[in-house]
């Protein structure tokens, strides 16, 4: 088989390193194809908390520093081999790195290796740090992302990359950028930080690299950091500059503080995404100020696809002639969370953006008489819906059953809603939901199993052909077997006993690590099992939305880079 198909094979496997691992043990030819893709993003695999194999890899890539490196450490007390070398140029093959991994991982390594060993010090550690990072800039072919702040790990602190003497050729084609200011909570420590990435960010204005097509920026409170003084002494706000500089920028997320109301900065960022309004499709905004202007911006965004306005707030001066017109945006995921500090209208504006195409709406802010009227007639092709439930919103949700095309239905149930709710009233409910709906989520302890019986029931006499019902408990204590029995009364055991036809069962904890054998006794999960397909703890939402935006803002990045 020629390198051509084996790279195809690979590509299709993407994140299954595992099965990528088996094809590097076939034979010369499938592992020297292999390697490059198991090692163009090392710390990736360890992402999701685990860093127990992060010790192995920092100890790979000091078997690739250079012979000088290895003496230098050796002579500063650092127990490493000088002879022995690793059998690939590893450092060659690396394209994603995301500091906060790479530096955690070497803090594991640290701390496996030199556990109470008073001779490595933080100058020493510092400069072991500045090894790797050194090693992989001068080393990589080019760099597709980069991520850079947030945390800090162990007692070291991130190297000046801006002294590197290859960053340029590893950073030109860079396509994924992530920039995260500290905030200044230990001002001695996080100064030093943001110094390093202010000069990083300088150095990028400086090659004026142009291919970046997502930016993952945090904001600080610290105005000198955040401004570029060019040669005539102009300042710039520096990620206003670099996205200006962009050619086709197509991912912009802004995670900034609500308690550093800095306008200045935001009209700067969107005077600047106006020169990407043909490329941007999606656009996630944390902790940002709305002005007027701004809102103007938006509005202008035609092929935007996907938009997240989370914990935002709103100019006082800002007035309602101001406000966003109705139908403007042609998107079709919109999240709208946690804007209490803007005014009651300016949310109803907010959400009333969207026009007809809208497909998607995860929202906590939808018990609004107007949002109600805007759902039934302005989103009639909405296919997934998520949304908090206060006091009794149970009872004013006939207008659900005009969401003819509602397949997925995500809720997160209030405590406060058991003070009005009854069994009629959940039962009601279930008579209101869609016939299109497959899949139904609900994420509450509170919701007992009684409950939970009294909407399945209706869901039966409607007919509804459920295929996927997900229950997320916070804590262990909350659920117990009633819930699976309450389950078992209307799943269907035969064909044609008119009850649902479950295919997946998910029942989460918590971060969804308890297995379901620490949860159930085995007798009840062998008869759930033996009439549901699936049944699983791996819950596909987690807390109602948070893990559904993550997942898909992060993978549509992925794919773009495996893409190019």
Known sequence: MNSDCIIQIINYLEDDIKSIFCCMLINKAWSYTAIPFLWRNPFGIISNGDFSKAPKIVQTYILCLSENDKLHLIYEGFNISKTESAFFDYPSYIREINCNLVNKSISTWFKKTYFEHKSINEEKENLFVGKIYDMFFSRCNRLFSFEIGLRKYGSFNYPNFSSFLRLRQAITD????????????????????????????????????????????????????????????????????????????????????????????????????????????????????????????????????????????????????????????????????????????????????????????????????????????????????????????????????????????????????????TYSHIYHFGLLLPLSLKVLHIDNEHFSPHILGNLLKACVEKKISLEILGLHFDYRSRINELYLHTILEYISRFPGDDLIGLKELRIGVGLNKESLEDIFPDKILKIVKENVPVFTNKNEYGYWYWNWIRDDCNKFVQDSLIDV
Not at 265 to 280: R, V, Y
């Open 174 to 421: 860079l396509q994924h950028l992530g920039i995260y200011f500290h905030p200044l909570d230990n001002e001695k420590i996080n100064e030093q930080i943001n110094e390093h990435i202010s000069k990083f960010f300088i150095k990028l204005l400086t090659f004026r690299c142009h291919n970046i097509h997502f930016i993952d920026y945090k904001s600080c409170a610290n105005k000198d950091i955040l401004v570029y003084h060019d040669e005539k002494n102009i300042a710039y706000f520096k990620i206003s500059e670099l996205i200006k500089l962009q050619h086709g920028l197509r991912l912009f997320r802004y995670l900034g503080e609500i308690s550093i109301l800095n306008f200045e900065e935001s009209s700067s960022i969107f005077d600047a995404l106006k020169t990407q309004i043909n490329s941007l499709t999606h656009l996630e905004l944390r902790g940002i100020g709305f002005n007027g202007k701004i809102i103007q911006c938006l509005k202008l965004f035609k092929n935007l696809r996907f938009l997240i306005i989370i914990n935002c707030y709103q100019d006082k001066l800002l007035s309602e002639d101001l406000f966003p017109e109705p139908e403007q945006l042609s998107i079709t995921k919109f999240v709208f969370l946690s804007n209490r500090n803007m005014s009651d209208n300016l949310q109803v504006a907010f959400l009333k953006l969207p026009n007809y195409n809208l497909k998607s709406l995860t929202t906590d802010f939808i018990d609004n008489p107007k949002i109600i009227n805007s759902l039934n007639y302005q989103f009639p092709n909405i296919i997934y819906l998520s949304t908090r439930i206060e006091r009794n919103g149970f009872v004013n949700m006939n207008w659900i059953s005009n969401l003819t095309k509602l397949s997925h239905l995500v809720l997160d149930v209030s405590f406060n809603v058991l003070g009005y709710l």
